[in-house]
């Protein structure tokens, strides 16, 4: 490498088949995965976080997989920690690290670095909620509008986490984002990055999204959310109130059937699949959408252009 390490990333929503495209990439490359998933991040959370099973990862070595509990924090400026000091390893054995997940925050974080921004104000959090109960996100969106344009003109009035995380970075550290923003300019990657993303068209993601939520009932999601719960990690924690735990929490606290259950996941999947869809066009203009099928052959391309 010579000014830059070079660096592949393979994202794309949830169900559009990316660890099984770095596994067919593993069989014409030495490559190793650095994995870049919010949830598979935690132990003992295997079947709803679709992990790669013991099998895969015998065959392709995964990096940040099972690296935290689900009671410990975690955040995007860890893992770009954690993924900085993978990253020379794998190339100190002759081998291709490869980021693969689609959280996108982390990815970004790891090639640009985060923006610094004000701690968080426990108190100014809580009040802001407080009024999004009261007066709807709306209002608070309407707030940020306000003080803030240029940030409220990029996210959706729906999109209270960022809106109250924006409106306690104004109101705490009297800056406004839209500022921190444009000094930071995520215009310097730290890496020379080659960005694949993986773009189902809609009815196949969606089939293939319903279709894996089966396959987790049957290979005993619900057991694995009961042994959760066993050893004693809290159904409030944020980690299990995520996609499919919380509706099997609902199913063992018999506030819905199995069914709806099943439905649920299958739906919140879905609209997460989407927001991630989102993400990915907003942050990845220079990245080459494509399907799985045309994915290998791109990377492979890359990879004899190093």
């Not at 770095?22 to 490559?31: D, Q």
């Not at 959370?45 to 013991?54: H, N, Q, V």
């Not at 990253?87 to 985060?114: A, E, F, M, N, W």
């Not at 809580?126 to 969106?141: D, I, M, P, T, V």
């Amino acid at each position: 490498m010579d000014r830059k390490t070079s660096l592949i990333v393979i994202t794309g929503p949830t169900g559009s088949g990316k660890t099984g495209i770095a596994l067919n990439l593993s069989r014409s490359c030495p490559i190793e995965v650095i994995s870049a998933d919010s949830m598979q991040i935690y132990r003992h959370m295997d079947i709803a976080t679709a992990k790669p099973s013991e099998h895969e990862k015998s065959l392709l070595p995964h990096h940040l997989i099972d690296i935290v509990a689900p009671d410990e924090e975690f955040n995007a400026g860890m893992f770009a920690g954690l993924a900085r000091e993978k990253i020379p390893q794998i190339l100190s054995r002759g081998h291709i690290p490869v980021v693969v997940g689609g959280t996108g925050l982390y990815i970004k974080s790891l090639i640009y670095g985060l923006i610094p921004a004000p701690p968080r104000s426990q108190r100014l959090r809580a009040y802001f909620q407080s009024l999004r109960e009261k007066k709807g996100a709306q209002y608070l969106w309407h707030i940020l509008a306000l003080t803030d344009p240029l940030s409220a003109a990029k996210i959706t009035p729906n999109d209270s986490a960022r809106i109250v995380r924006y409106l306690e970075i104004i109101f705490c550290a009297g800056l406004r984002p839209s500022s921190l923003h444009e000094e930071h300019a995520f215009s310097t990657p730290r890496y020379d990055t080659r960005i694949v993303c993986i773009m189902p068209d809609r009815h196949s993601l969606y089939s293939a999204i319903d279709s894996r939520v089966h396959r987790m009932v049957d290979r005993g999601l619900v057991a694995e959310t009961q042994k959760l719960l066993a050893m004693g990690y809290d159904s409030s924690l944020r980690s299990m109130q995520t996609l499919a735990y919380k509706h099997v929490l609902r199913y063992l606290n018999s506030e819905i059937g199995m069914d709806d259950a099943v439905s649920d996941i299958q739906r919140d999947t879905r609209r997460y699949a989407k927001r991630q869809i989102t993400w990915i066009r907003g942050h990845h203009d220079s990245g080459s959408y494509c399907g799985a099928d045309d994915a290998c052959k791109l990377i492979l391309s890359w990879i004899d252009d190093r």
